[in-house]
């Protein structure tokens, strides 16, 4: 017998999401079926139990996304909420601010977005200059974000700033918990041509007034040791590493929903005397994209159980590479499955043609192909840097 490389507590999960994202499909209320996973307890599975979550790892959120993802309703702020902000409070936020924040962002009561690229910084986030300035015992914000997403829906986001002090320096940057209707947070949505339910905004911070506990962490002097506004280079890594996993995840999940869709079209669809599907033109690039799409979720798996382990290094690595494999076999996997269907993959009623946008996402963000080469070049190659 072969040692399966999922618990039976996996493949328990993955069979259980992939019967309410069945139950949902493609035409579902996102908000009811956000409600619903919550309430079922896979929204904060990754978080600490003593704040209602699963106590669980990113190993099974990434299983709870790519398996809504398969049904065709993928739940992207499971990337930002419980992933990275989650992360990020569990593991630096101070007791006050677990406790306010954990419990719901957990059942899904709560949400909150994640601010880091700016307009002039892009891919280069050591540019960014959204700076915090102190002012007695408050933060002031000022700067300009782009490309949020769910900020309109988000009671919070979590947004990358870096102190006045550094902002010629090397990045030393600091998380600030700020809330939707604080005054000076101006958000502007931006038409994007994408077919999703969560809206990308840019955003202003004009003269953002917070309170000293809205940093992640709390100061310097707090009693856990790990001051914010010094522990913000180990807090921003805790939440990127979740980020480029459950990215993979979401890139899977599609990818996966369009090569099923694309089998089944083939298997029926009779154009000479066999289904499109005996014709090996159609059958190997699908079989192809299953492949791709295997290998990612394995590079996937790896990245997650570096991270749950508490190998921040080594995750990084892994959760790159992951997000890479997962993105081009996601692209490649929608391409393929929009041809299989010839005309038909172009009709709305199919469904498959709004996702060849939405793949290009995992494709872009939240690092793009290039930068994760570049990475990966410097490194784990040990070649010159090039940026
Ligand atoms: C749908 C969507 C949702 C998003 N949600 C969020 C969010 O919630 N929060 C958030 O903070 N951000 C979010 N982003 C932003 C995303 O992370 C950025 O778009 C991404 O990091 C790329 O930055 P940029 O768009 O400025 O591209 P640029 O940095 O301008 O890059 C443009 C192109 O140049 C290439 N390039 C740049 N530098 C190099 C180099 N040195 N070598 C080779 N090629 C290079 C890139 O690979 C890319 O192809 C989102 C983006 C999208 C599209």
Redesign the pocket.
Known sequence: MTTPVESEEHRALRAAVSALGTRHGRDHDHRTLWAEAGELGYLGVNLPEAYGGGGAGITELAIVLEELGAAGCPLLMLV?SPAICGNVIARFGTEAQKRAWLPGLADGTRLM?????EPDA??NSHRITTTARRDGGDWVLTGR?V???GVDIADATLIVARTEDARTGKLKPCLFIVPRDTPGFRRRPID?D?AAHEK?FELTLDEVRLPAEALVGGGPSHASGSGGEDAGLLQLFAGLNPERIMTAAFAIGMGRYAVARAVAYARERTVWQTPIGAHQAIAHPLAQAHIDLELARLMMQKAARLYDAGDDLGAGEAANMAKYAAAEACVRAVDQAVHTLGGNGLTREFGLASLVTAAR?AR????????IL?YVSHQSLGLPKS?
Request: no cysteine.
């Open positions: 930002v977005a994640f601010g880091i690229t892009g891919s974000k490309f949020i997403s994007m994408i990308q996402v872009i963000a939240p690092v793009s192909r290039e930068m570049n940026y």
